[in-house]
């Protein structure tokens, strides 16, 4: 508009506000179901050996209910925009896993660990809680690289001075009270791979020596060096502790965020040549791994020999006799498999007395709960966000993959927890948190994406 000569331009109207919509009620209804879902496993047990509702199911969907809710207001309160999945899957994985530890104590009277599970969960909801409502943005965790990495490495260390258990130096055991620092360990790890190779991402990916057959560009030693001195010495010391799964779990972490990182899909040549490599060095020097190697390779051999059948032969029969439907919980026999069956071999139970159907219907919650970490690291914008939330999701779907193929007899068996499921406080408090940093990175992603509710 013109007037006397002089040219007024007219202010262009304010963008809308979008207001961004969390779904938080959608996530207290998965919740719900989730307690509802767990409370019923519960009574089905208790049917099914007793034909009587169990006294305590009342308390047990009371308490679970109760840490559910208060881990749910303070997503409410706190990360209003998370993604409304991640926080009832780990209620639904973690009260089936109450569910078969109570199960399985049924058959093991004079070894109760049901109870100092539930202790155990309940301070693992306490640590999400205190993560969601401390840590306000993610980033701020960059600024702690190096001593995530200095405690990972004090965590793996300590448990050598301990006494071996079950032929593992990975427990710290102090007047009966037990912890595996391992499991700490890597999330602290992830946190520090994530953050340096973020800090250097360009000069991993376009500097150096390029191979072209493996179609990457090795770094130089400056860069690639720290990282690969902190890979080697944890990998070393849980070797030296004959830790092998976590030590498989810590390798994958490192080559999957080196391609993510990258984006050269070199690296994945080069992890499997590597793990190759060390797989057969290990398997041919260490007895303790090599006796797992002969057991895989032949699962029915002590059955052979006239020895019994072993704990692979007990898991494979518990995967048979479930069949499509499963036993019926309270029905199975898994507990042939000895003194790891609420521990490694828990996902047996769960297969006999579940069947096919069921423990699919497991792995589709771990598969929903990578998933949606992946999601989240695709959506951010940050690269220390991105790599630490696809670090996350990856450590559980590793996790998974190497205890599942171990109890199938797909792969050797390693020796780890399931993921909320088994038996096992420092797991379970450490998946917790976990799926808090899950929740706060979704949080994050949904807030720089500005756009709809998580789907």
């Given at each position: ?354 069947g096919l159907a069921g423990l699919s219907a497991i792995f589709l919650l771990y598969g929903l709960l990578v998933e949606r970490g992946y999601r989240a690291g695709l959506a951010l914008r940050d690269p220390f966000g991105r790599l630490l939330a696809v670090g996350l999701a990856s450590l559980v779907a590793l996790q998974v993959f190497v205890i599942a193929g171990g109890v199938t007899g797909l792969i050797p068996l390693t020796g780890m927890a399931m993921p909320f499921l088994a038996q096992g406080g420092s797991s379970v408090v450490t998946n917790w948190a976990i799926v808090a940093l899950l929740v706060r990175l979704s949080d994050s992603a949904r807030r720089q994406g500005g756009g709809g509710a998580p789907r």
């Amino acid at each position: 508009m013109s007037k006397a000569g002089i040219t007024l331009a007219t202010a262009d109207p304010p963008a809308p506000t979008v207001r961004l919509t969390g779904r938080r009620g959608v996530e207290l209804a998965l919740i719900v179901l989730a307690v509802l879902l767990s409370v019923y496993g519960y009574c089905a047990v208790g049917l099914a050996r007793n034909g009587t509702v169990p006294p305590g199911a009342a308390g047990y969907g009371a308490g679970l209910g109760v840490l559910a809710l208060v881990a749910h207001l303070a997503v409410r309160w706190r990360a209003p925009c998370a993604d409304p999945v991640l926080l009832p899957i780990g209620v639904l994985l973690n009260g089936l896993g109450l569910v078969l530890i109570y199960r399985l104590d049924l058959e093991t009277p004079g070894d109760p660990a049901a109870p100092t599970q539930l202790i155990w969960s309940t301070l693992g909801v306490a640590l999400f809680i205190m993560v969601v409502l401390v840590l306000r943005d993610h980033r701020v965790l960059q600024n702690y690289t190096y001593v995530c990495v200095t405690v990972a490495l004090v965590l793996l260390t300590v448990p050598i001075l301990f006494p071996a258990v079950n032929g593992a130096r990975i427990w710290i055991r102090v007047a009966g009270f037990s912890i595996q620092p391992g499991e700490f360990a890597k999330v602290l790890l992830a946190v520090f791979f994530a953050a340096y190779l973020a800090a250097n991402r360009g000069a991993l990916t376009y500097a150096g020596r390029r191979v072209r057959w493996l179609r990457l560009r090795l770094p130089t030693g400056r860069v690639l060096g720290p990282i690969v001195a902190v890979w080697l010495v944890s990998v070393g010391v849980l070797v030296l502790e004959r830790d092998l799964g976590t030590s498989l779990l810590f390798f994958g972490l490192f080559v999957v965020l080196l391609y993510v990182a990258t984006g050269r899909t070199g690296w994945i040549a080069v992890g499997l040549l590597l793990a190759s490599l060390g797989a057969v060095a290990v398997g041919r020097l260490e007895p303790h791994v090599h006796h797992r190697i002969e057991t895989w390779l032949h699962p029915f051999g002590s059955i052979e020999a006239g020895e019994g059948p072993n704990q692979i032969a007990q898991s494979l029969f518990a995967f048979a006799e479930g069949g499509t439907l499963g036993t019926g919980l309270g029905l199975g026999h898994s507990v042939l498999i000895g003194f790891a069956v609420k521990s490694d071999f828990i996902l047996a139970t769960a297969g006999e007395e579940l069947g096919l159907a069921g423990l699919s219907a497991i792995f589709l919650l771990y598969g929903l709960l990578v998933e949606r970490g992946y999601r989240a690291g695709l959506a951010l914008r940050d690269p220390f966000g991105r790599l630490l939330a696809v670090g996350l999701a990856s450590l559980v779907a590793l996790q998974v993959f190497v205890i599942a193929g171990g109890v199938t007899g797909l792969i050797p068996l390693t020796g780890m927890a399931m993921p909320f499921l088994a038996q096992g406080g420092s797991s379970v408090v450490t998946n917790w948190a976990i799926v808090a940093l899950l929740v706060r990175l979704s949080d994050s992603a949904r807030r720089q994406g500005g756009g709809g509710a998580p789907r």
